[in-house]
């Protein structure tokens, strides 16, 4: 009963649980290989964090802030920070052998992937806009009007996700061992929905416009080509 309930107390405890098999020297070859291993990804990952810094500092010289691609930046600066101190830690830990908090590592692995979506849906209504005013259509009277209309959608809708977010982190924090599970499960649903959902509703937002604006032709020549090039990134 003793060797059965190791793996699950160390889980509780915050450290990966080891193979009572694995004798003392590979148990040690494992650690340090995947010490190597997170050591190359966070500083791969900080090695493009300095870069996306980079490009968000010049940037900033021309762009006045909280236009779309200065949030874009800011996100993708954020998301790489992030997981730099993430897979930091990790290796930290394996290296060491020393325990990590595992609801701070849930923290850790989760806050990134929320700010992926994020800049993922920023790219898709900056698509939309260009994908609509492309044509002559007479839907929305001017290009300024719908960039101010969903920026105020994105903004709305980021300020209570996060703000949710950040009261399910602090209960998930301080919960007991079998709520953390439950808030956890809460977690790992709501980035199962959002993968999902995203790419499913640019593909209906796309199926839908492209048959409301069939009738009418592009701007320019050159429109469709942008188009194509911004429907890329979101894709």
């Known amino acids: 009963d003793t060797e059965l309930l190791a ?9 990966i649980p080891i193979d009572p098999a694995l004798d003392f020297e590979e148990t040690e070859w494992l650690a340090h290989f995947g010490g190597i291993i997170t050591f190359m990804l966070a500083a791969a990952y900080f090695g493009t964090f300095l870069s996306a810094l980079n490009l968000l500092i010049r940037i900033s010289k021309y762009l006045s802030r909280w236009q779309t691609q ?9 998301h790489l920070s992030v997981r730099t101190l993430t897979w930091g830690v990790f290796c930290w830990m394996l290296m060491t052998k020393r325990a990590y908090w595992q609801r701070m590592m849930v923290i850790l692995l989760s806050f990134p992937e929320f700010i992926f979506l994020s800049a993922y849906l920023l790219l898709l209504f900056h698509w939309l806009e260009v994908y609509i005013f492309s044509r002559q259509q007479f ?22 996700f996060y703000t949710g977010l950040t009261i399910l982190y602090i209960i998930l924090l301080q919960a007991n061992s079998s709520d953390f599970k439950d808030y956890k499960a809460v977690l790992d649903y709501l980035q199962v929905v959002f993968n999902f959902l995203l790419p499913a509703a640019h593909i209906c937002v796309w199926i839908f416009f492209a048959i409301r604006l069939s009738g009418f032709s592009y701007v320019t020549d050159g429109s469709e080509t942008t188009v194509w090039r911004v429907r890329i990134t979101p894709t």
Do not use: C, D
């Open 7 to 15: 793996p699950m107390r160390a889980m509780s405890e915050g450290r």
């Open 70 to 78: 200065w949030i874009f930046y800011l996100g993708v600066v954020v």
């Open 139 to 160: 839907i929305f009277a001017t290009r300024n009007s719908f960039h101010k209309s969903w920026q105020r959608v994105f903004m709305g809708t980021h300020i209570v």
